[in-house]
């Protein structure tokens, strides 16, 4: 027997989970016949799919027909959970497109059909209530093989003897078939077979699920000319298309397997080289556990926690990204009691398991937002949020998710340098095709930079959301051309290219912007309107003054009603359906499908509106990081090309017609970019070379290295020597190396991001889930014990966004200062103003682990510490002391003991 993954698909409404129903009960796979109007159906089992009778996730069902082992994988109808379905089509062998009689081709229709297209899965059509009036196989064809493929035929009549017109059909396919068709005329079975799994052929089946006809039929037809898929016996390969949390809690990856066997305890190395516990085959909420499993088998596993939806697990290499996107976005409303920052933590957990729902924090306002397909999938995330983590949340206004791309091309520099640090990346954008999304192409020579370097740079480009400068959207279909850069023999680290090349990226959308060549696309809906045919000139009136594009009405039967089909404007058309409904007095309805992306019909008020402003996004920056006097400092991004060590390769005609300025500087040659003289003249020459970087960095540690010599001779340790202060000291932490040789060292400063570290460390974690308070103060004690220990000023910070109307206040408290930001202030923001203040005048250290907040403080002189090292910093001081003590009967006589300041 051979394995086979078969999969539903249907637009809501057409008896989709009926069909199933009747499959499971024709294979004796079930006992009872379910119905959605009773809510006992097998596979629709969870209490919202149940009450509102339509299939919200994706489960599979195991049965047996002929020598078939199928796995039946049942998916949503609703265009709300597209993306749940869209899943599926990854580890498809078959697909099963049901259509419903009397409702024809509905848009969703179209959509599961290009989906299919793209996956590449053979499909078969059943065709459902044939037995409601009005129906009939003749004129439900001919809507098929108009509105999605001429070679969708008939492939059997009704005692299941092979159609002639449907061999003649498929016969027209290729040339191997019409000379094998021309030779004997007819086709053989395998020949079928192959035109099916080549998508050269889409039988149908015509029947009624809820009267249990033609399921038999259908079963007969899948099992005669289903494809065999082939699998590479000797090595693994699987894809990962889904993630579960069992009824226990448990993680479960659902996977493909597609080449080789898996066992239980098998290590997999895309999972960070983790062992898989238990393989389950479920049918239902059944499982069966496994020791191993063949290819082409569907299974669960549990034990890694390190996979997404889409990977590709031994052979399958390629990441599969999804299609659909959501373009609605929603503000989720809290209790007041509830802490926005803990919650999102949480929730932002499900993205794993349900991908489309994408949320995001908004920093500023303490907010948190979620991006879904429809209003049916807020109750739905409504629910699972209650039952997950027993908190109330509800929705405010929906609005629009925007893109963002170019209309000409745009050039960018990325350059980082802090100290220590070093990449520069030089980018080209150009448009892209509609729909194309990002794509990567590189004209750098190997000479400027080795191909590892070149690739980990396509790596950063492919693997982020890049922000866009008018709404800070997602920027898509842009093609990125990496022009040239830059590395250090032994200074670049691979998170130096991340910076360099997310922020030449941000700097290219910037000067796009600048020069009028940003565009900001909306989504767009098609509609499939059905109305009384008197309606007509109201709704086309509307659809024009919504922004629509409708095409010639279609009367239907008696003439009293027509059909409208078009485009609009998600922004102006997502709740026209209410009032469709009102002003027809219910007789009208109306189906919408995401088309794609286009140029925002009213660019501007978006724009203004949003009030996005790309310089305030610290996260997200347009500037670069250059590195003088052993020091990073930030330039703007209208400046950076004035600073970059790199000469532009494009030639003089393709920047004019970019719009760029050209300067001839003193290297010599009309290519160069335009490096305008900085207001300071401190940098007249446009490019150094690899040699003074060396001798920046040589100087630095020389630098370093007499701070070091300075420093042990003003703390001898056991000499009882006196610092500055006068007192004497056993040792003396580390500085950050700016201290001037020969004179005393700075004081030190620690600023502590209070809630980062409650967060990262396993301890406080645990004690915040029950009582934030008692985190708070248990962090309290650990800094105080820690200043104790190694001396100098510790300032711990919390926001206080909890407390509006605060004013902000710092507190001694113990031997530490304690502070609480002001309203609307976060801890990232004081941190950073008051690491620029203190800078001058003591050794900033920031532990936290924000990396942007990281590179910030970096640029500003300060030493960062990650939550991580922080805790272990603390450990060694504990031990430290205690060595310290265990010692001093031996040290007593020869050393005093203070604490280090």
Same mark, same amino acid.
């Given at each position: 027997?051979?394995?086979?993954?078969?999969?539903?698909?249907?637009?809501?409404?057409?008896?989709?989970?009926?069909?199933?129903?009747?499959?499971?009960?024709?294979?004796?796979?079930?006992?009872?016949?379910?119905?959605?109007?009773?809510?006992?159906?097998?596979?629709?089992?969870?209490?919202?799919?149940?009450?509102?009778?339509?299939?919200?996730?994706?489960?599979?069902?195991?049965?047996?027909?002929?020598?078939?082992?199928?796995?039946?994988?049942?998916?949503?109808?609703?265009?709300?959970?597209?993306?749940?379905?869209?899943?599926?089509?990854?580890?498809?062998?078959?697909?099963?497109?049901?259509?419903?009689?009397?409702?024809?081709?509905?848009?969703?229709?179209?959509?599961?059909?290009?989906?299919?297209?793209?996956?590449?899965?053979?499909?078969?059509?059943?065709?459902?209530?044939?037995?409601?009036?009005?129906?009939?196989?003749?004129?439900?064809?001919?809507?098929?093989?108009?509105?999605?493929?001429?070679?969708?035929?008939?492939?059997?009549?009704?005692?299941?003897?092979?159609?002639? *017109?449907?061999?003649?059909?498929?016969?027209?396919?290729?040339?191997?078939?019409?000379?094998?068709?021309?030779?004997?005329?007819?086709?053989?079975?395998?020949?079928?077979?192959?035109?099916?799994?080549?998508?050269?052929?889409?039988?149908?089946?015509?029947?009624?699920?809820?009267?249990?006809?033609?399921? *038999? /039929?259908?079963?007969?037809?899948?099992?005669?000319?289903?494809?065999?898929?082939?699998?590479?016996?000797?090595?693994?390969?699987?894809?990962?298309?889904?993630?579960?949390?069992?009824?226990?809690?448990?993680?479960?990856?659902?996977?493909?397997?597609?080449?080789?066997?898996?066992?239980?305890?098998?290590?997999?190395?895309?999972?960070?080289?983790?062992?898989?516990?238990?393989?389950?085959?479920?049918?239902?909420?059944?499982?069966?556990?496994?020791?191993?499993?063949?290819?082409?088998?569907?299974?669960?596993?549990?034990?890694?926690?390190?996979?997404?939806?889409?990977?590709?697990?031994?052979?399958?290499?390629?990441?599969?990204?999804?299609?659909?996107?959501?373009?609605?976005?929603?503000?989720?409303?809290?209790?007041?009691?509830?802490?926005?920052?803990?919650?999102?933590?949480?929730?932002?957990?499900?993205?794993?398991?349900?991908?489309?729902?994408?949320?995001?924090?908004?920093?500023?306002?303490?907010?948190?937002?979620?991006?879904?397909?429809?209003?049916?999938?807020?109750?739905?995330?409504?629910?699972?949020?209650?039952?997950?983590?027993?908190?109330?949340?509800?929705?405010?206004?929906?609005?629009?998710?925007?893109?963002?791309?170019?209309?000409?091309?745009?050039?960018?520099?990325?350059?980082?340098?802090?100290?220590?640090?070093?990449?520069?990346?030089?980018?080209?954008?150009?448009?892209?095709?509609?729909?194309?999304?990002?794509?990567?192409?590189?004209?750098?020579?190997?000479?400027?930079?080795?191909?590892?370097?070149?690739?980990?740079?396509?790596?950063?480009?492919?693997?982020?959301?890049?922000?866009?400068?008018?709404?800070?959207?997602?920027?898509?279909?842009?093609?990125?051309?990496?022009?040239?850069?830059?590395?250090?023999?032994?200074?670049?680290?691979?998170?130096?290219?991340?910076?360099?090349?997310?922020?030449?990226?941000?700097?290219?959308?910037?000067?796009?912007?600048?020069?009028?060549?940003?565009?900001?696309? /909306?989504?767009?809906?098609?509609?499939?309107?059905?109305?009384?045919?008197?309606?007509?000139?109201?709704?086309?009136?509307?659809?024009?003054?919504?922004?629509?594009?409708?095409?010639?009405?279609?009367?239907?039967?008696?003439?009293?009603?027509?059909?409208?089909?078009?485009?609009?404007?998600?922004?102006?058309?997502?709740?026209?359906?209410?009032?469709?409904?009102?002003?027809?007095?219910?007789? $009208?309805?109306?189906?919408?499908?995401?088309?794609?992306?286009?140029?925002?019909?009213?660019?501007?008020?978006?724009?203004?509106?949003?009030?996005?402003?790309?310089?305030?996004?610290?996260?997200?920056?347009?500037?670069?990081?250059?590195?003088?006097?052993?020091?990073?400092?930030?330039?703007?991004?209208?400046?950076?090309?004035?600073?970059?060590?790199?000469?532009?390769?494009?030639?003089?005609?393709?920047?004019?017609?970019?719009?760029?300025?050209?300067?001839? $500087?003193?290297?010599?040659?009309?290519?160069?970019?335009?490096?305008?003289?900085?207001?300071?003249?401190?940098?007249?020459?446009?490019?150094?070379?690899?040699?003074?970087?060396?001798?920046?960095?040589?100087?630095?540690?020389?630098?370093?290295?007499?701070?070091?010599?300075?420093?042990?001779?003003?703390?001898?340790?056991?000499?009882?020597?006196?610092?500055?202060?006068?007192?004497?000291?056993?040792?003396?932490?580390?500085?950050?190396?700016?201290?001037?040789?020969?004179?005393?060292?700075?004081?030190?400063?620690?600023?502590?991001?209070?809630?980062?570290?409650?967060?990262?460390?396993?301890?406080?974690?645990?004690?915040?889930?029950?009582?934030?308070?008692?985190?708070?103060?248990?962090?309290?004690?650990?800094?105080?014990?820690?200043?104790?220990?190694?001396?100098?000023?510790?300032?711990?910070?919390?926001?206080?966004?909890?407390?509006?109307?605060?004013?902000?206040?710092?507190?001694?408290?113990?031997?530490?200062?304690?502070?609480?930001?002001?309203?609307?202030?976060?801890?990232?923001?004081?941190?950073?103003?008051?690491?620029?203040?203190?800078?001058?005048?003591?050794?900033?250290?920031?532990?936290?682990?924000?990396?942007?907040?990281?590179?910030?403080?970096?640029?500003?002189?300060?030493?960062?510490?990650?939550?991580?090292?922080?805790?272990?910093?603390?450990?060694?001081?504990?031990?430290?002391?205690?060595?310290?003590?265990?010692?001093?009967?031996?040290?007593?006589?020869?050393?005093?003991?203070?604490?280090?300041?």
């Amino acid at each position: 027997m051979r394995n086979l993954n078969i999969g539903l698909l249907a637009h809501v409404d057409a008896g989709k989970t009926t069909l199933s129903e009747n499959i499971l009960y024709t294979s004796g796979a079930i006992r009872n016949l379910g119905r959605v109007d009773h809510k006992d159906t097998y596979l629709d089992n969870y209490a919202m799919e149940k009450e509102r009778g339509i299939t919200i996730f994706s489960k599979q069902a195991r049965f047996t027909y002929g020598d078939l082992n199928i796995t039946l994988l049942d998916t949503p109808g609703h265009a709300d959970f597209s993306s749940e379905m869209e899943r599926v089509l990854s580890v498809l062998d078959l697909a099963v497109l049901i259509v419903s009689a009397p409702e024809g081709i509905q848009s969703h229709t179209r959509t599961l059909w290009k989906l299919l297209e793209h996956y590449e899965v053979p499909t078969v059509i059943f065709v459902n209530k044939m037995d409601m009036e009005g129906t009939g196989k003749e004129k439900t064809l001919t809507e098929i093989r108009e509105n999605l493929s001429k070679r969708c035929v008939e492939l059997t009549n009704d005692n299941g003897v092979v159609n002639d *017109n449907a061999i003649e059909e498929i016969s027209s396919a290729d040339e191997e078939l019409i000379e094998e068709y021309l030779e004997s005329g007819t086709l053989s079975k395998e020949s079928i077979k192959s035109a099916i799994e080549r998508r050269l052929a889409f039988p149908v089946w015509f029947g009624s699920a809820l009267k249990s006809e033609g399921i *038999n /039929e259908l079963l007969s037809g899948i099992e005669e000319y289903a494809p065999e898929p082939f699998y590479d016996e000797d090595e693994f390969g699987a894809r990962v298309f889904k993630i579960t949390r069992s009824a226990s809690g448990e993680r479960l990856t659902h996977l493909k397997i597609t080449g080789g066997r898996l066992k239980a305890r098998m290590v997999i190395t895309e999972s960070n080289d983790e062992k898989i516990d238990q393989i389950r085959i479920y049918s239902g909420e059944k499982y069966e556990t496994v020791g191993e499993a063949e290819a082409g088998t569907v299974v669960a596993v549990t034990g890694l926690s390190k996979t997404y939806s889409g990977q590709g697990l031994g052979s399958e290499k390629e990441k599969i990204l999804p299609e659909l996107t959501p373009v609605l976005r929603y503000k989720i409303v809290l209790e007041p009691t509830e802490n926005p920052l803990l919650l999102y933590g949480k929730i932002k957990a499900l993205e794993e398991e349900y991908p489309e729902l994408s949320f995001a924090w908004n920093e500023r306002h303490k907010e948190i937002f979620v991006n879904v397909n429809g209003e049916i999938q807020l109750q739905v995330l409504k629910a699972i949020v209650k039952e997950r983590f027993d908190a109330d949340i509800s929705f405010g206004a929906g609005s629009i998710v925007y893109k963002e791309t170019i209309r000409d091309k745009a050039y960018g520099i990325g350059h980082f340098e802090p100290l220590r640090h070093y990449a520069e990346v030089q980018l080209l954008l150009e448009p892209g095709e509609p729909g194309s999304g990002i794509e990567f192409a590189s004209a750098c020579s190997v000479d400027d930079l080795d191909k590892n370097w070149q690739r980990l740079i396509e790596t950063h480009v492919m693997e982020a959301i890049h922000p866009g400068t008018l709404t800070g959207s997602e920027v898509t279909d842009i093609r990125v051309v990496l022009m040239t850069g830059r590395a250090h023999p032994k200074h670049t680290e691979g998170g130096d290219f991340r910076q360099a090349t997310y922020r030449a990226i941000r700097n290219a959308l910037r000067r796009a912007s600048a020069m009028g060549k940003a565009v900001l696309l /909306e989504p767009v809906y098609r509609f499939n309107m059905t109305l009384p045919s008197k309606f007509i000139g109201r709704a086309m009136t509307d659809i024009d003054r919504l922004q629509g594009k409708a095409e010639p009405p279609e009367l239907t039967g008696d003439g009293n009603t027509a059909v409208l089909k078009g485009t609009a404007p998600v922004s102006t058309f997502w709740e026209y359906t209410k009032e469709l409904t009102a002003y027809t007095a219910g007789e $009208g309805f109306m189906s919408l499908e995401l088309a794609g992306f286009e140029p925002c019909h009213n660019q501007d008020e978006v724009v203004s509106k949003r009030g996005y402003d790309p310089e305030a996004d610290l996260r997200r920056p347009t500037g670069s990081v250059f590195c003088a006097h052993g020091a990073g400092f930030q330039v703007p991004w209208d400046e950076v090309a004035d600073y970059a060590h790199m000469p532009c390769p494009l030639d003089k005609k393709t920047l004019e017609e970019m719009g760029e300025e050209l300067t001839i $500087g003193s290297q010599g040659t009309d290519t160069d970019f335009v490096r305008r003289e900085s207001q300071t003249g401190s940098h007249a020459e446009k490019f150094i070379s690899i040699e003074e970087i060396d001798a920046i960095f040589a100087s630095q540690r020389r630098n370093r290295k007499e701070d070091a010599v300075s420093r042990r001779k003003i703390y001898k340790r056991g000499k009882g020597s006196e610092n500055y202060k006068g007192s004497k000291t056993v040792s003396a932490n580390s500085d950050n190396g700016y201290n001037k040789p020969g004179k005393a060292p700075l004081p030190k400063c620690l600023f502590v991001d209070g809630y980062n570290m409650i967060h990262a460390w396993d301890e406080l974690k645990v004690l915040a889930d029950n009582n934030i308070h008692g985190a708070r103060e248990r962090l309290i004690d650990i800094c105080s014990e820690y200043q104790g220990m190694v001396g100098g000023e510790l300032i711990l910070v919390f926001d206080a966004y909890m407390a509006p109307g605060s004013l902000g206040s710092m507190k001694k408290m113990k031997n530490i200062y304690v502070v609480y930001t002001k309203e609307a202030e976060t801890a990232d923001q004081y941190i950073e103003q008051a690491t620029k203040k203190k800078a001058k005048d003591y050794n900033v250290t920031v532990a936290t682990s924000d990396n942007i907040v990281q590179l910030i403080v970096m640029s500003e002189g300060a030493l960062r510490m990650s939550a991580r090292e922080f805790e272990t910093e603390i450990e060694r001081a504990r031990k430290r002391l205690r060595e310290d003590y265990l010692n001093k009967d031996n040290k007593l006589g020869n050393t005093i003991i203070t604490p280090r300041t």
